[in-house]
Nanobody
Framework: QVHVEESGGGSVQAGGSLRLSCAASGRVFTISSMGWYRQAPGKERELVAQITTSGTTEYADSVKGRFTVSRDNVPNTESLLYLQMNSLKPEDTAVYYC???????????WGQGTPVTVSS
């Protein structure tokens, strides 16, 4: 079992920055990748950025060059995921979710989400 919790959302004006954090606890040694997804009103949930245990990253085209995903670990205790968001745009407004993928057997855990609002 893995518990996932996000923090750091809020309201900001266009051009501003926010940093999201995600803490995964429990059987963190089974985590294979962690990532950020977002869901805007009336739209499907979409990938924003993700990072594997080996450090390989993947970004949505819409956030490349503006967002940076990073990860840190407290061995056998907690796995931390961050999303530094710069040059925010109104279209970045959404609820941001942390997704944690584990192996043995494979399973996906989601956090409850943290809202981000960017005003023009």
């Amino acid at each position: 079992q893995v518990h996932v919790e996000e923090s750091g959302g809020g309201s900001v004006q266009a051009g501003g920055s926010l940093r999201l954090s995600c803490a995964a606890s429990g059987r963190v040694f089974t985590i294979s990748s962690m990532g950020w997804y977002r869901q805007a009103p009336g739209k499907e949930r979409e990938l924003v950025a993700q990072i594997t245990t080996s450090g390989t990253t993947e970004y949505a085209d819409s956030v490349k060059g503006r967002f940076t995903v990073s990860r840190d670990n407290v061995p056998n205790t907690e796995s931390l995921l961050y999303l530094q968001m710069n040059s925010l745009k109104p279209e970045d407004t959404a609820v941001y979710y942390c997704r944690t993928v584990v192996y043995g057997p494979p399973y996906i855990y989601w956090g409850q989400g943290t809202p981000v609002t960017v005003s023009s």
